[in-house]
């Protein structure tokens, strides 16, 4: 759908429709969708209660990928019924400012960028080498990053507007002759901003030296940015 610059909605919502679906909105090219929004149950609809109706701003110029899939099986077979309304007209958003970039980001393991508590980093890896002399010699451009940790519940995430990099974020603590993953994660179901992004949690032992890996899934030439934040929650029980 090309935005018309007016609040949209669409619906299975109809007699026709037997078939329980589930309504996406994305934006960005088929490589690096961005979900908007989602909808899986309309409680408005009587006409069939698996039905669904999502409804979003649709901005002039602005393209999106609706996309009718089945709730939950695979096998899944039906009829539906699709329409698009178009409502009031909305303003278009003044466009958002690009941050700076992140000075010092290292791709070395032995030489990270330290971090602390809610600190937001903007980077892309575009520049980073595959050369770092570490235990791991997966070939995979990579830049690193260093939490100490504060004794809580900590999470690092590239769920953010800025990010167009499919990541995939490892920590690990040890030497970087002999690095030892604590955990990792490749996609967060969660990020409605990117669905590429990435969201890893960990408990941030008291003074344990966290080393954090950022880099492409897969593709060993991607380019791209992401925006990294670490975040500190609860505190750890005293062991």
């Given at each position: 759908?090309?935005?018309?610059?007016?609040?949209?909605?669409?619906?299975?919502?109809?007699?026709?429709?037997?078939?329980?679906?589930?309504?996406?909105?994305?934006?960005?090219?088929?490589?690096?969708?961005?979900r908007?929004?989602?909808?899986?149950?309309?409680?408005?609809?009587?006409?069939?209660?698996?039905?669904?109706?999502?409804?979003?701003?649709?901005?002039?110029?602005?393209?999106?990928?609706?996309?009718?899939?089945?709730?939950?099986?695979?096998?899944?077979?039906?009829?539906?019924?699709?329409?698009?309304?178009?409502?009031?007209?909305?303003?278009?958003?003044?466009?958002?400012?690009?941050?700076?970039?992140?000075?010092?980001?290292?791709?070395?393991?032995?030489?990270?960028?330290?971090?602390?508590?809610?600190?937001?980093?903007?980077?892309?890896?575009?520049?980073?080498?595959?050369?770092?002399?570490?235990?791991?010699?997966?070939?995979?451009?990579?830049?690193?990053?260093?939490?100490?940790?504060?004794?809580?519940?900590?999470?690092?995430s590239?769920?953010?507007?800025?990010?167009?990099?499919?990541?995939?974020?490892?920590?690990?603590?040890?030497?970087?002759?002999?690095?030892?993953?604590?955990t990792?994660?490749?996609?967060?179901?969660?990020?409605t901003?990117?669905?590429?992004?990435?969201?890893?949690?960990?408990?941030g032992?008291?003074?344990?030296?966290?080393?954090?890996?950022?880099?492409?899934?897969?593709?060993?030439?991607?380019?791209?940015?992401?925006?990294?934040?670490?975040?500190?929650?609860?505190?750890?029980p005293?062991?």
């Amino acid at each position: 759908l090309s935005g018309p610059g007016k609040r949209v909605w669409a619906s299975t919502c109809h007699k026709f429709t037997n078939f329980n679906t589930f309504v996406e909105v994305h934006t960005g090219t088929c490589s690096a969708l961005r979900r908007l929004t989602y909808n899986d149950n309309d409680a408005a609809c009587t006409l069939y209660n698996l039905a669904s109706n999502v409804s979003w701003d649709a901005y002039i110029g602005m393209q999106y990928r609706i996309r009718l899939r089945s709730t939950l099986n695979t096998t899944t077979t039906g009829n539906y019924a699709l329409k698009v309304n178009c409502g009031v007209s909305v303003p278009s958003p003044s466009p958002s400012p690009t941050p700076a970039l992140t000075a010092g980001i290292s791709d070395t393991c032995a030489v990270p960028k330290a971090l602390v508590c809610e600190q937001l980093i903007y980077t892309t890896i575009n520049n980073a080498t595959a050369t770092d002399p570490d235990s791991l010699n997966d070939g995979m451009r990579d830049q690193w990053y260093l939490m100490t940790g504060p004794g809580r519940r900590l999470s690092a995430s590239t769920c953010h507007s800025f990010t167009d990099l499919n990541t995939l974020v490892e920590i690990h603590t040890g030497e970087c002759s002999n690095l030892r993953r604590v955990t990792f994660n490749d996609n967060d179901p969660t990020c409605t901003l990117f669905n590429l992004a990435s969201n890893v949690s960990w408990d941030g032992i008291f003074g344990t030296k966290y080393r954090i890996r950022v880099r492409p899934l897969l593709n060993t030439t991607a380019v791209g940015r992401y925006a990294l934040k670490v975040s500190c929650g609860a505190s750890l029980p005293s062991p």
